[in-house]
């Protein structure tokens, strides 16, 4: 069996804008909103992605055991894990990383069923950041909170920068400023949103 | 749409009037078992001679133990920790209209440990069967029998209950104060999958089923059958032939065969079972009981109120003659039983896990006579339905006019 360390899940379909990754619920790293995922498609190629939403479905027996007076944690645990596999979490595609250098592109090809996804290390989330060519992507995102993510995408630019996540969100901000001079309401809703 | 519905609405309402009066018979009748069940509570020796008569005149009944037949006992409390393992089956019958001649039984089952806060471990077992050369059973153009088919999954259900059963016991490392219960869905007794079966068929099946029954009894593992809402009359009949007013000798095959089929089933009868309490033992009369008895596994049937909101769900459950006659392990299994239909509210949460684990749905059908006839293709053979089954295909899937 093939197993992928660390990963966060596999993919269950893709398109060249996004896809969808199956993860186990209630995995420590359970990845959050916001967070930069990878998924190798080709030699050399890995396909970047924001998480925006996270799908926890419901179905018919569960919603009888909500009625229930008492549930055991054996039976917590048997919905869970046996029943409610996979969860589903939805990516945004902003990029890819080919060679070693980073594009903010939307990528050449779409990661395939079943391939490993991770969580992005530090170092990639400060590589990927240090330009801004993505924010046009994830503003022009139709159908999810575009301006939550990319708010959640510059703090979490911030945590891994350390000392120098103040002058970084500065810099963002000028780049804002700049691609949504003609929308000064949706601006501010970011830049609050980044400052909360 | 072929169906149309606005031409049956009337045969609907005629339906349902009809089955409102029928109703209304049986609760009439409904007080005047139940004043027999009174009457008869403790079976005298004219009664059990009558019965045995009777026996021997191919009557189908419920044989009392030795418990009032009024009795009602209550749940004990379930132990802080016990494992249940559940199973269930489902089957693709063999279809003589398909590419290949074959039928597919899915076992499931769940084993549950109570009481360790572990997440349950959930368990398959597909078997995919077909005709071959050295098969002499059923007909030239239908080798499997969709009642032999039906056999076979209540015995792998069962032999799958035997062997986690073992593998759990030993796990313990064969402590058997480490309480173990298995449940099936269903009848325990295979008899309405042996309906049709010669007798000696029905002894060999029987046989097989009692192997399995006896591998749990070895480990001393508790095994029921849980049959939700069930429709048998076996105690009203017992009631009926009690009513008769005439001596044993003097009993008639024909008056005995008419009995109770215009009466309510028997769980209308336990009505006044509270959550949680069985009714007395019985022993149904069927001569595959006697089979079961002969293989050392004659079974033994009570009803039970599981509770679950309202008055609660009157099941029956059956039983090996080994269980009902250990206080501690009958106790046990209504214990677990009432729990366990808490959660689901009026049916065992395990068995309905089971269920779910075991179905095969109709796109997994479709998916696997897909596999089947790209496997036959590949091995060059010409897999293709019958003409019918291509047309029966065709017309129902979704039509482009209304008709």
């Given at each position: 069996?093939?197993d992928c360390p660390?990963?966060?899940?596999?993919?269950?379909?893709a398109?060249?804008?996004?896809?969808?990754?199956g993860?186990?619920?209630?995995?420590?790293?359970?990845?959050?909103?916001?967070?930069l995922?990878?998924?190798?498609t080709?030699v050399?190629?890995?396909?970047?992605?924001l998480?925006?939403d996270?799908?926890?479905?419901?179905?018919?027996?569960?919603?009888q055991?909500?009625a229930a007076r008492?549930?055991?944690?054996?039976d917590?645990?048997?919905q869970?894990?046996?029943r409610?596999?996979?969860?589903?979490?939805s990516?945004?595609?902003?990029g890819?990383?080919r060679?070693?250098?980073?594009?903010?592109l939307?990528?050449?090809?779409?990661?395939?069923a079943?391939?490993?996804?991770?969580a992005?290390?530090?170092?990639?989330?400060r590589?990927?950041?240090?330009?801004t060519?993505?924010?046009?992507?994830?503003l022009?995102?139709?159908?999810l909170?575009?301006?939550?993510?990319?708010?959640?995408?510059?703090?979490?630019?911030e945590r891994v920068?350390?000392?120098g996540?103040r002058?970084?969100l500065?810099e963002?901000?000028?780049e804002?400023a700049?691609?949504?001079?003609?929308d000064?309401?949706?601006?501010d809703?970011?830049?609050?949103?980044?400052?909360? | 749409?072929?169906l149309?519905?606005n031409?049956?609405?009337r045969?609907v309402?005629?339906?349902?009037e009809?089955?409102?009066?029928?109703?209304?018979?049986?609760v009439a009748r409904l007080d005047?078992?139940?004043?027999l069940?009174h009457?008869?509570?403790?079976p005298?020796?004219?009664?059990?001679?009558k019965?045995?008569?009777a026996?021997?005149?191919g009557?189908i009944?419920?044989?009392?133990?030795?418990e009032?037949l009024?009795?009602?006992?209550?749940a004990?409390?379930l132990?802080?920790?016990?494992?249940?393992?559940?199973?269930?089956?489902?089957?693709i019958?063999?279809?003589?209209h398909?590419?290949?001649?074959?039928?597919?039984?899915?076992v499931g089952?769940?084993l549950?440990?109570?009481?360790s806060g572990?997440?349950?471990?959930?368990f398959?077992?597909?078997?995919?069967d077909?005709?071959?050369d050295?098969?002499?059973?059923?007909?030239?153009?239908?080798?499997f029998l969709a009642a032999?088919?039906d056999?076979?999954?209540d015995?792998?259900?069962?032999?799958l209950l035997?062997?986690?059963a073992?593998?759990?016991?030993?796990?313990?490392?064969?402590?058997?104060?480490?309480?173990?219960?298995?449940?099936a869905?269903?009848p325990?007794m295979?008899?309405r999958?042996?309906?049709?079966?010669?007798?000696?068929?029905q002894r060999?099946?029987?046989?097989?089923h009692?192997d399995?029954l006896?591998?749990?009894q070895?480990?001393?593992?508790?095994?029921?059958?849980?049959?939700?809402?069930?429709?048998?009359?076996?105690?009203?009949?017992?009631?009926?032939?009690?009513?008769?007013?005439?001596?044993?000798?003097e009993?008639?095959s024909?008056?005995?065969?008419a009995?109770?089929?215009n009466?309510?089933?028997?769980?209308?009868?336990f009505?006044f079972l509270?959550?949680g309490?069985?009714?007395?033992?019985f022993y149904?009369?069927?001569?595959?009981n006697?089979?079961?008895?002969?293989?050392?596994?004659?079974i033994?049937?009570f009803?039970?109120n599981?509770?679950?909101?309202?008055?609660?769900?009157?099941g029956?459950?059956?039983?090996?003659?080994?269980?009902?006659a250990?206080?501690?392990?009958?106790g046990?299994?209504?214990?677990?039983l009432?729990?366990?239909?808490?959660v689901t509210?009026?049916?065992?949460y395990?068995?309905?896990?089971?269920?779910?684990?075991?179905?095969?749905?109709?796109?997994?059908?479709?998916?696997?006579?897909?596999m089947?006839n790209i496997?036959?293709?590949g091995q060059?053979?010409?897999?293709?339905?019958?003409e019918k089954a291509?047309?029966k295909?065709?017309?129902?899937?979704?039509r482009?006019?209304?008709r």
């Amino acid at each position: 069996m093939r197993d992928c360390p660390e990963q966060v899940g596999r993919v269950l379909r893709a398109s060249t804008v996004g896809f969808a990754i199956g993860v186990r619920v209630l995995q420590p790293e359970l990845p959050t909103f916001g967070t930069l995922v990878k998924v190798q498609t080709q030699v050399a190629t890995e396909v970047l992605g924001l998480i925006y939403d996270v799908l926890i479905d419901d179905d018919p027996f569960v919603r009888q055991l909500i009625a229930a007076r008492e549930l055991r944690d054996e039976d917590v645990l048997d919905q869970r894990q046996n029943r409610q596999v996979p969860a589903e979490v939805s990516v945004l595609a902003v990029g890819y990383r080919r060679n070693g250098t980073f594009y903010h592109l939307l990528p050449p090809q779409p990661p395939a069923a079943l391939d490993c996804a991770f969580a992005c290390d530090d170092a990639e989330v400060r590589a990927f950041t240090n330009r801004t060519d993505y924010f046009r992507i994830v503003l022009q995102a139709q159908g999810l909170p575009a301006d939550e993510l990319l708010a959640a995408s510059l703090r979490e630019g911030e945590r891994v920068r350390g000392g120098g996540g103040r002058q970084f969100l500065i810099e963002c901000g000028r780049e804002l400023a700049r691609l949504l001079a003609m929308d000064p309401v949706r601006l501010d809703g970011i830049l609050r949103r980044l400052r909360a | 749409m072929t169906l149309e519905l606005n031409q049956v609405t009337r045969q609907v309402h005629e339906m349902a009037e009809s089955l409102a009066a029928r109703q209304k018979r049986l609760v009439a009748r409904l007080d005047e078992l139940h004043d027999l069940l009174h009457r008869y509570a403790e079976p005298d020796d004219a009664l059990r001679a009558k019965i045995r008569q009777a026996r021997a005149l191919g009557w189908i009944g419920a044989e009392p133990g030795h418990e009032p037949l009024t009795a009602a006992i209550p749940a004990p409390p379930l132990p802080p920790q016990v494992s249940i393992i559940a199973a269930d089956g489902s089957q693709i019958h063999p279809d003589r209209h398909a590419a290949a001649l074959y039928y597919v039984i899915n076992v499931g089952s769940i084993l549950y440990r109570c009481g360790s806060g572990a997440a349950p471990e959930p368990f398959h077992q597909p078997i995919l069967d077909y005709q071959k050369d050295e098969d002499e059973t059923g007909t030239d153009d239908q080798p499997f029998l969709a009642a032999d088919v039906d056999a076979r999954r209540d015995l792998e259900e069962v032999r799958l209950l035997a062997a986690q059963a073992e593998a759990e016991r030993a796990a313990t490392g064969g402590d058997l104060d480490v309480r173990i219960v298995a449940l099936a869905d269903g009848p325990l007794m295979l008899l309405r999958t042996l309906y049709e079966a010669t007798r000696q068929e029905q002894r060999q099946q029987v046989n097989h089923h009692a192997d399995q029954l006896a591998r749990l009894q070895a480990v001393h593992v508790p095994v029921a059958g849980y049959i939700d809402r069930p429709g048998s009359s076996l105690v009203v009949r017992l009631l009926r032939l009690a009513q008769l007013d005439k001596p044993a000798e003097e009993l008639e095959s024909q008056e005995l065969r008419a009995q109770g089929r215009n009466d309510p089933p028997d769980r209308l009868i336990f009505h006044f079972l509270k959550p949680g309490e069985r009714s007395a033992l019985f022993y149904n009369t069927s001569r595959i009981n006697d089979d079961y008895e002969a293989a050392g596994q004659r079974i033994a049937i009570f009803y039970m109120n599981v509770g679950g909101g309202g008055k609660g769900q009157t099941g029956r459950v059956e039983v090996p003659h080994w269980v009902a006659a250990d206080p501690a392990m009958i106790g046990l299994v209504q214990a677990i039983l009432y729990d366990q239909s808490q959660v689901t509210g009026g049916y065992p949460y395990v068995l309905a896990r089971a269920h779910e684990l075991a179905v095969i749905t109709a796109p997994e059908r479709a998916k696997l006579e897909e596999m089947v006839n790209i496997a036959l293709i590949g091995q060059g053979f010409d897999a293709r339905p019958s003409e019918k089954a291509h047309w029966k295909q065709l017309s129902s899937r979704k039509r482009r006019f209304g008709r």
